[in-house]
């Protein structure tokens, strides 16, 4: 048994990490393990957790493992959780309750969880008392030894918790099964050292980590090679890339390389306001195949609060980021990420948060209340807002957010927008939806012969979060 532990995870050196092209192994004997069974996977979190789980999906074939999107026919229940905050925590022990039924009526399904949730000591203490029922639990570090911790979980018959807290490896030859045929994900580093003082992620994905740019342009080319029309780069500060190598060779440059490889369009996340440099401004201006889209992560606009948060910028700075790429990208749209209720935040701090959106009229913007996790500095800060006040100032927020969002949308009406038809729309079967360069979600009546294609549509009503369009032929 390898539980997580808090300290452990906090420790950083300046070691530089390891590339390992050969370390997912796996035998004949485990290769034909889940024969004529079935897998059921969810995940939850961010596009990172969602990329981990093509992995997943294609360890678990690789397995002989099937997919089913029914939890009640599944031999193996496997959650990909997230800690951010605190409801995603009570999602995934609610569905664990649904998964324990199942099993007291199908003693022989496998019961696990994976993730961000899996990396922190006190979900691992809770399931190791509580949810002892359980078969395993392993890490953001070991996902390529998913087949030997379930090997090992049908022979004990008994939890088995396999979880890292200190990573250090960069795997090359995991697999991969993508949900998308045109669009994909591609990592370009992994965990983040930045500890903002709210947040679990340091902990939970470990030490910066970027992946070499041979292995990275390799894998661009390889999807252009199967027809792929756009790449996100993920990070969790995908500026920050290639600072903890020793090739000085930075995002700007692998951003260039990228745009020269052909591909249609990239895109990346989360961009940090801090280390976002002036060439890297330059190049994503200079690629036409660089899409003009930049999530922008503000938090807070009170320069007090943003000490507190330990952002490393003032409300000054970010604004003054924020015009340069305004000015420097043509019809770039850009959103952000806002918390509101951080520790002793007061209503003067959140006009300036107000002030800030209003300056900036995003595009679009994920608003959260702050949430304490376990171990992190702001979790022992004092807290004297209470939460309908919390609630009353996110409300107020959504509502700016909204009517920018809006507003923005509203400049579309009539014009003509490239869009990556992705998949057939929610809306229905004859309906497709996409995505704009500037990453406006478009929903267009077509065929679908044109999934995966690049269109012409112009756009005939807009709505707060999508638009209408309709293909020009
Ligand atoms: N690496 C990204 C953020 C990843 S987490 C960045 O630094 O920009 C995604 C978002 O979740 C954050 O931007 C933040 O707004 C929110 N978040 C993180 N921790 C939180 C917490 N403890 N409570 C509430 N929201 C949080
Ligand atoms: Fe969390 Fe800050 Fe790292 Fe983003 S930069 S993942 S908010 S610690
Ligand atoms: Fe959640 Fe982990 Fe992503 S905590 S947001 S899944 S990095």
Redesign the pocket.
């Known amino acids: 048994m390898l539980v997580p532990d808090l300290k452990e995870a906090k420790i950083r050196t300046k070691k530089e990490s390891i590339v390992k092209a050969n370390e997912y192994i796996i035998n004949n004997e485990l290769k034909s393990l889940g024969k004529d069974k079935l897998y059921f996977l969810k995940t939850y979190g961010c596009q990172m957790n969602e990329h981990d789980s093509e992995n997943i999906k294609a360890i678990l074939e690789d397995m002989g493992f099937s997919e089913t999107k029914d939890m009640e026919d599944a031999d193996l229940i496997l959650l990909n959780t997230c800690a951010i905050r605190e409801n995603a925590h009570n999602k995934v022990f609610g569905y664990l309750g649904r998964a324990k039924n199942l099993k007291s009526r199908k003693p022989g399904v496998l019961v696990g969880i994976c993730g961000c949730m899996a990396q922190e000591e006190v979900v691992v203490n809770k399931i190791l008392s509580e949810y002892k029922w359980m078969d395993f639990v392993f890490g953001t570090h070991n996902i390529h030894k998913l087949p030997q911790v379930l090997e090992k979980s049908i022979k004990d018959h008994k939890l088995n918790v396999e979880v890292l807290s200190c990573e250090g490896d960069v795997i090359e030859n995991i697999p991969v099964k993508r949900d998308s045929k045109s669009k994909a994900w591609i990592n370009i580093m992994y965990g983040?050292d930045?500890?903002?003082t709210y947040?679990i992620?340091?902990y939970t994905r470990g030490s910066q980590r970027s992946r070499r740019k041979e292995y990275i342009l390799e894998e661009v080319k390889d999807l252009i090679k199967d027809g792929y029309k756009e790449v996100t780069l993920l990070g969790?500060?995908v500026n920050a890339y290639g600072k903890d190598l020793d090739d000085n060779y930075y995002m700007e440059n692998l951003l260039e390389d990228v745009a020269l490889t052909g591909i249609e369009r990239i895109r990346f996340v989360t961009s940090?306001p801090w280390d976002f440099t002036d060439r890297m401004i330059d190049v994503i201006a200079k690629y036409d195949n660089i899409m003009p889209y930049i999530h922008l992560p503000l938090q807070s606009g009170s320069d007090r609060i943003l000490k507190l948060m330990g952002r490393r910028y003032t409300k000054e700075s970010y604004l003054e980021l924020y015009n340069k790429l305004k000015k420097n990208i043509p019809n770039c749209s850009i959103t952000t990420d806002i918390i509101v209720g951080f520790p002793g935040e007061t209503e003067e701090d959140f006009n300036e948060t107000l002030d800030v959106v209003n300056k900036c009229k995003y595009d679009g913007a994920y608003t959260f209340i702050f949430s304490p996790r376990e171990g992190t500095p702001a979790a022992k800060m004092k807290d004297d807002v209470s939460l309908e006040e919390k609630e009353k100032r996110l409300y107020k927020l959504n509502e700016l957010i909204n009517k920018y969002s809006k507003e923005n949308n509203d400049k579309y009406l009539n014009k003509t927008v490239k869009v990556l038809l992705e998949g057939v729309s929610e809306k229905g079967e004859d309906t497709l939806m996409g995505y704009t360069e500037t990453m406006k979600l478009v929903n267009v009546k077509a065929e679908k012969e044109y999934i995966g294609t690049i269109q012409d549509v112009t756009i005939t009503s807009v709505k707060t979060w999508s638009m209408d369009g309709e293909l020009r032929r």
């Open positions: 983040c930045k500890f903002c947040c992620v340091p969790q500060n940090h």
